[in-house]
């Protein structure tokens, strides 16, 4: 009988968003390879909740998963280091990272967890606001801000923001209901989740992009050892499409954000030097020492992501 | 022959009484502590409000302690609703029949009722242990310790299978 | 087990613990838990602390029992017996005036409560003794106390309103509005209803002589003004925080924590409710009702994981996305669906399960999702006056123990009809529901 895998992510399914057109194309790949696998996907959150997905995945409940790797800092602190402020800053120096000793880190810490890393994605995210744009730190002082992890969190609370917590899939109506001034959350998300009906101005990841962060496609190591070798390798490969299919749609990601919220009048700006430079500095006295101080190998992870060149 | 016997039945029934009377008593005072969480998760919003409108200021803990608070507070209280017969059911078939096939029936749907019970006890105390040992934390920005969240969901939920007992032997008695 | 066979040994089983007296919750979760650990193996019991935990501990779920709260608390108040008093002394005249005060005093306590079992229960303590006394026929009492409780849940603030904003993503503050015209609408089917039934019993203008009434009249007038000066506090408040979550201002969590704060002050200012007993009787009430529905939502999501975890869902909705009928004949089903549903279940349990499967369809089918909302609350308020489960006939058992099923169902029934003619005349009037939050929101 087939093997039949369960996906389980919280994006939009069938509408366009890259992590769900991710999984979608390993679920064709592998149907065509044709060795008794088959890969269920649940999208939207119609499975597990966002938040879910890891324990679930490390108990082997769920299969597999497209997961903001972030989302799981409660269980492992260090995770937090994939959505830092400014540790990345663009989609290039993100390739060099998937080689780095930071990612072999993080993903020492993914595999004794019982997890397996099927395909790397970074995203590059921004800012978008109905009040004002966020450019400088002064700009975020008064609004109230979605963050999508702590360490953004405590850099935007320093900066002057009031934090308001919750997953990208309830930025929409926050800021329709005027909970949430502003938000950062991934350019995939920023259009999948029709941020731009919200909002007045964007901050597009551009040449200084702040904000980004991991979201791999992770098998449950359980469901990896029940699968035979031509499973297995027929699943790599899926990956490995996958994975290039993300890094050649990455860029143009970003693009697309900013042509969509300005076709829908909404202003799109982004960081100079300086701005990026200004949070940096910010972000180094808080979520930065926060993080060295509060996880055991926090300072050489980032050692190790700054070391990249 | 018979003395003993009757001796043993009436302490038996006195131990029985006992323990209902226990359980009650148990259930009213998690009652109390879950009327004063929701009451302070009132209140951490109504400060959070002030904070965030009138000073301006940034706000860190008080969502998540108010979700944690009356969460806490809801299954604290289960007992306690379960021995006022709050939860709801529908007793049609049951009011309906007499005698064996009566008690046979509120039995039964007593006995599905507890084992769920047991289960979602088993399940909550796992998970404090699996919380506590692994130092598992809740990952947002204020990021205190998940277990102390969890705890009242043990608590609340052992409690309710004791209570559950107490009602099925309040029924037979 | 394919999914379809899996579906109905689901719902069979649900039903037959239900039947033999099972708490609905924990009939809920134990067929729930039964099905993923055949399906998925026992390991599953280890994780169910988990997956019961995350359902509850959100910040949206949280806003309930605030709002029950602040509902408990002007219930507890004699806000009910002051509301009451005033309507009757204007109302009281008119054939079936009684009566039509009493749906009266139910929608303006529903705009004051989420819940539609606490709007019952605070009208129809005063109520229904009232009608009773005065000569009413049972069935007349019974009903219009019944059938004026469920607009708890469709005139703003709403439980289940905010459940479903959860459930299907939309924008809590406008489900709200779009529920408060189709509330006073259903009002006034309710009031031509008693006037008509009233008729057809020969009228009950009043039992009293016309000099009894006058005098009693001129006595009440002052007591009635002090009334009424007493009941616009919590008026002020409750608007205040609606106003605050429609403009954007608050989440419903933070309006719902100001407002029961807020209640619970007014109530102890106003009434001088400042003993231990009243308070007691506050919290004991807010904390009765939300716990039953709270762990109804728990169970009821585990019940919906357990659903898609076999795939049931899926088939099901694909079942339905697939039928190639007419957008009109798909919404008739739908209605049915609900209605059938509504029988069995509370409405927060129907919500949370089928909400999530019902929206991509009717959204597919281009159907307003604010619309559908309001469709579906009348649905599940038919369901808390029809047997066997209708959490507001519960109520009225409880408050008038004396008063034959029979009779509160005959006079429940052409309330049920009334609803029934409300939802047709949203389908032909969709207007009356996107209407207001269309002026207010869309600014
Ligand atoms: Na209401
Ligand atoms: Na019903």
Not at chain 2, 55 to 81: C, D, H, K, N, R
Request: hydrophobic share 50%; proline share 5%.
């Amino acid at each position: 009988a087939d093997t039949t895998l369960r996906v389980s992510h919280q994006f939009p399914g069938g509408k366009g968003d890259v992590r769900d057109e991710m999984v979608q194309l390993m679920a064709r790949e592998v149907k065509a390879a044709d060795v008794g696998l088959e890969l269920q996907i649940y999208p939207g959150q119609s499975l597990f909740k966002a938040k879910e997905q890891w324990g679930a995945l490390v108990r082997g409940r769920l299969d597999m998963t497209s997961l903001p790797l972030d989302y799981a800092s409660g269980r492992h602190p260090e995770f937090s280091a994939t959505l830092m402020p400014g540790l990345v800053r663009s989609h290039e120096r993100a390739q060099r990272l998937n080689d780095s000793k930071f990612m072999d880190m993080i993903k020492t810490v993914i595999n004794d967890a019982g997890v397996r890393v099927l395909a790397d994605a970074w995203l590059a995210g921004g800012f978008a606001s109905n009040a004002q744009c966020v450019t400088s730190p002064d700009t975020v002082q008064g609004q109230t801000m979605r963050a999508a992890g702590p360490a953004f969190d405590e850099m935007l609370a320093v900066a002057g923001a009031s934090i308001a917590s919750m997953p990208s899939s309830e930025i929409y109506t926050a800021m329709q209901t005027g909970v949430l001034d502003g938000a950062n959350t991934s350019s995939g998300s920023f259009v999948s989740y029709r941020i731009y009906e919200q909002v007045t101005c964007l901050t597009a990841p551009g040449e200084n992009a702040l904000w980004f962060m991991y979201e791999p496609i992770l098998i449950s190591e359980q469901s990896w050892s029940k699968l035979n070798e031509v499973q297995q390798s027929a699943l790599m490969a899926a990956a490995e499409k996958a994975e290039t299919y993300f890094a050649k749609e990455a860029a143009g990601l970003d693009q697309k954000m900013a042509d969509v919220f300005a076709e829908n009048g909404v202003e799109v700006v982004s960081m100079s030097p300086e701005d990026y430079q200004a949070w940096l500095d910010i972000a180094k006295k808080s979520s930065y020492k926060t993080f060295a101080e509060n996880v055991p190998n926090g300072q050489a992870l980032i050692d190790a992501a700054l070391a990249v060149e | 022959m018979s003395q003993p016997m009757t001796h043993s039945i009436a302490s038996r029934n006195s131990v029985i009484a006992g323990y209902i009377r226990v359980m009650d008593t148990l259930a009213i005072v998690t009652a109390v502590i879950a009327a004063i969480l929701l009451a302070l998760g009132v209140l951490a919003v109504v400060q959070m409000v002030f904070t965030r409108y009138v000073l301006g200021e940034s706000t860190i803990w008080q969502t998540e302690f108010t979700t944690y608070a009356i969460t806490a507070a809801m299954l604290l209280a289960t007992p306690y609703v379960l021995k006022t017969g709050g939860h709801v059911a529908v007793t049609v078939l049951p009011d309906a029949l007499h005698g064996l096939p009566k008690r046979i029936m509120r039995l039964t749907a007593s006995l599905v009722g507890l084992s769920f019970c047991l289960a979602l006890a088993y399940g909550s105390w796992y998970y404090v242990y699996e919380a506590y040992t692994m130092a598992w934390t809740t990952g947002t920005v204020w990021n205190p310790p998940l277990w102390p969240a969890v705890l009242p969901m043990a608590v609340g939920a052992s409690l309710l299978s004791l209570q559950y007992v107490a009602e099925i032997l309040r029924g037979e008695a | 087990m394919d999914p379809v066979t899996s579906g109905i040994l689901v719902v069979i089983a649900l039903l037959v613990l239900m039947a033999i007296g099972t708490p609905i919750a924990f009939a809920l979760g134990a067929v729930a838990l039964g099905a993923l650990m055949l399906d998925r193996g026992v390991g599953e019991l280890i994780y169910f602390g988990e997956t019961f935990f995350g359902n509850m501990a959100s910040f949206g779920f949280v806003a309930i029992p605030m709002f029950i709260l602040m509902g408990a608390a002007v219930a507890s108040s004699p806000t009910g017996r002051d509301l009451y008093r005033s309507l009757d002394l204007w109302m009281g005249k008119l054939p079936g005036g009684l009566a039509i005060s009493n749906i009266a005093a139910c929608s303006i306590f529903a705009a004051l409560s989420g819940s539609s079992p606490a709007t019952s229960a605070a009208i129809g303590k005063l109520g229904i003794p009232e009608m009773r006394k005065r000569g009413y026929p049972d069935g007349v009492a019974a009903g219009c106390i019944a059938a004026g409780g469920t607009l708890g849940i469709l005139i703003p603030p709403s439980v289940t309103m905010i459940v479903y904003g959860i459930s299907t993503e939309t924008s809590i503050g406008r489900l709200f509005i779009a529920g408060a015209i189709p509330g006073l609408m259903l009002a006034g089917l309710f009031m031509v209803w008693t006037l008509i039934a009233c008729k057809l019993h020969g009228g009950y203008s009043s039992a009293n002589p016309v000099a009894q009434a006058a005098a009693q009249m001129k006595e009440n007038v002052e007591g009635n003004v002090k009334a009424l000066i007493r009941v616009l506090p919590f008026m002020v408040v409750v608007s205040g925080i609606l106003f605050a979550l429609y403009g954007g201002v608050a989440t419903p969590s933070e309006a719902a924590g100001v407002g029961a704060f807020l209640c619970l002050a007014l109530a102890i200012i106003v009434y001088r409710m400042w003993q231990a007993k009243p308070i007691v009787t506050i919290m004991r009430d807010a904390l009765r009702e939300s716990v039953m529905i709270m762990l109804i939502i728990a169970c009821a999501e585990i019940f919906a994981f357990a659903l898609s975890s076999l795939f049931i869902t899926q088939t099901v909705a694909g079942a339905i996305a697939d039928l190639e009928v007419n957008r009109w004949v798909l919404m008739g089903i739908i209605n049915l669906f609900l209605l059938v549903s509504g029988f069995f279940l509370p409405p927060v349990a129907v919500i949370v399960m089928a909400a999530p499967i019902l929206l991509p369809i009717i959204l597919a089918a281009n159907f307003d999702p604010y619309w559908f909302a309001v469709i579906l609350t009348i649905n599940l308020e038919i369901g808390l006056i029809t047997p066997p489960v209708g959490l507001n006939l519960f109520i009225i058992k409880g408050i008038a123990p004396d008063i034959a099923l029979r009779d509160i169902l005959l006079g429940s029934l052409p309330y049920a009809l009334c609803m029934v003619l409300g939802i047709l005349l949203l389908c032909f009037f969709p207007d009356i529901v996107t209407w207001l939050p269309d002026l207010i929101m869309e600014s």
